[in-house]
């Protein structure tokens, strides 16, 4: 297939395979979770020129683009956002999606260039990242009301119980965003951790409920679970979007936690039913 073809149109597909067990060897047919490339392009000044190639599950992919846009800092709020479109062949959607900026929007490709280059590299760039952070966001994170531990422990099972394809695969990550009283607002699954982040970001300016949209229906009470570990990009992500608590089921980087600290993110991990690791903030988490 074109790399830019017609994608899958599930999010896993059956592979034949040999299964070995202490019983024996049989061939079975398995669910592997489907991985695909999404070329993202930006439309500006007249012109197309593409923007990345991110590695996915294919699904909700105006949303995965509208979140990698919001998180980047490429757009400050959906209305920047003219339309985002999916590329059509024959009628068919081929793996890439165009985002149009508004007229008098700026894109400047070396720069963010720079920041992915930035955020990809040593814990010195890293420093730099956080004060191009700084410059992005208005100060620090603002909760309103402290978050206990029985919500914080009870969110990674709510997350799994709606991962369907990973209960067929085992191989997609999942992040939700939950309100304060712990309910799911939206749940997304992808192969990347930080395309599901991207998903429920992106999900939630278009509805118009973001506070990278038009509206605030989302605040700094609001909480991301991710399914997997907490890097510094994720930590990002929750900044860039005013979330004020990520929840993480495996261990943050040292890089999350000194952002986390530095912009008053609420950062948990290692969360199970009955334990977790609270990184920062710990004056906002009650029994």
């Not at 790399?3 to 398995?30: C, H």
């Not at 590695?55 to 979140?67: A, H, K």
């Not at 846009?69 to 081929?94: M, P, Q, R, W, Y």
């Not at 085992?170 to 304060?180: Q, V």
Request: contains cysteine.
């Amino acid at each position: 297939m074109d790399v830019f073809g017609q994608p899958a149109t599930t999010a896993s597909l059956e592979r034949r395979v040999q299964r070995v067990t202490d019983e024996g060897i049989e061939t079975i047919d398995d669910c592997v979770a489907v991985e695909e490339p999404l070329e993202i392009l930006i439309e500006h000044s007249g012109g197309v020129e593409p923007l990345t190639v991110t590695m996915r599950t294919p699904g909700n992919d105006r949303e995965l683009t509208v979140g990698f846009l919001l998180a980047e800092g490429i757009v400050s709020n959906s209305s920047e956002l003219d339309s985002v479109t999916e590329t059509l062949v024959d009628g068919e959607f081929h793996n890439q999606v165009v985002a149009r900026l508004g007229d008098g929007i700026a894109f400047d490709r070396d720069a963010f260039r720079r920041n992915v280059l930035t955020t990809s590299a040593c814990g010195i760039c890293g420093r730099a990242s956080i004060e191009q952070l700084v410059t992005r966001c208005e100060g620090r994170v603002r909760r309103t009301k402290p978050i206990s531990l029985s919500l914080v422990q009870s969110l990674p099972k709510a997350l799994v119980t709606q991962q369907s394809t990973f209960a067929t695969t085992g191989g997609l990550h999942a992040a939700g965003i939950f309100d304060s009283s712990g309910a799911p607002i939206v749940i997304r699954e992808d192969i990347g951790r930080h395309n599901a982040v991207d998903k429920v970001i992106g999900f939630c300016a278009l509805s118009g409920i973001s506070p990278t949209g038009d509206h605030t229906a989302l605040t700094g009470d609001h909480i991301v679970v991710v399914s997997g570990r907490a890097s510094y990009e994720l930590v990002q992500k929750a900044i860039v979007s005013g979330l004020g608590t990520l929840v993480a089921v495996g261990a943050p980087s040292t890089l999350a936690v000194d952002l986390a600290a530095e912009f008053g993110l609420l950062l948990i991990g290692f969360t199970r039913t009955d334990r977790c690791n609270v990184y920062t903030c710990q004056e906002d988490v009650t029994r």
